[in-house]
């Protein structure tokens, strides 16, 4: 079982930034990606970024291209989230998800079988 903890979340300007954490208790032998995940009140939990273990390639949603920056300290077993350039439309919960079952790693929530907890973002 995989547990994963998120932190760096908090209140910044528009035009801040923030990096946010995830510290994953352990890899299982099967884990096929890491990924980042936001939830705005009101609205569907959607995809921001993705990473697959054994590659430095990576998956941005439009929104984010250009502005956020996934990546992976597999010494740490820790996945980051760089967000630059902030926007008002970026506040919402963000979770960190590691997937070992689909290996496709599709960016939606039930290709995920472990989640964080949330950090809140919240931009003014």
């Known amino acids: 079982h995989v547990q994963l903890v998120e932190s760096g979340g908090g209140s910044v300007q528009a035009g801040g930034s923030l990096r946010l954490s995830c510290a994953a208790s352990r890899y299982t032998y099967s884990t096929y990606c890491m990924a980042w995940f936001r939830q705005a009140p009101g609205k569907e939990r959607e995809g921001v970024a993705r990473?697959?273990?054994?590659?430095?390639?990576?998956w941005y949603a439009e929104s984010v291209k250009g502005r956020f920056t996934i990546s992976i300290n597999h010494a740490k077993q820790t996945l980051y989230l760089q967000m630059n350039s902030l926007k008002p439309d970026d506040t919402a919960t963000y979770y960190c998800?590691?997937?070992?079952?689909?290996?496709?790693?599709?960016?939606?929530?039930?290709?995920?079988?472990?989640w964080g907890q949330g950090t809140q973002v919240t931009v003014s």
């Open positions: 990473m697959f273990l054994g590659s430095t390639d990576a």
């Open positions: 998800a590691a997937d070992d079952v689909d290996p496709t790693c599709e960016m939606v929530p039930r290709a995920y079988n472990y």
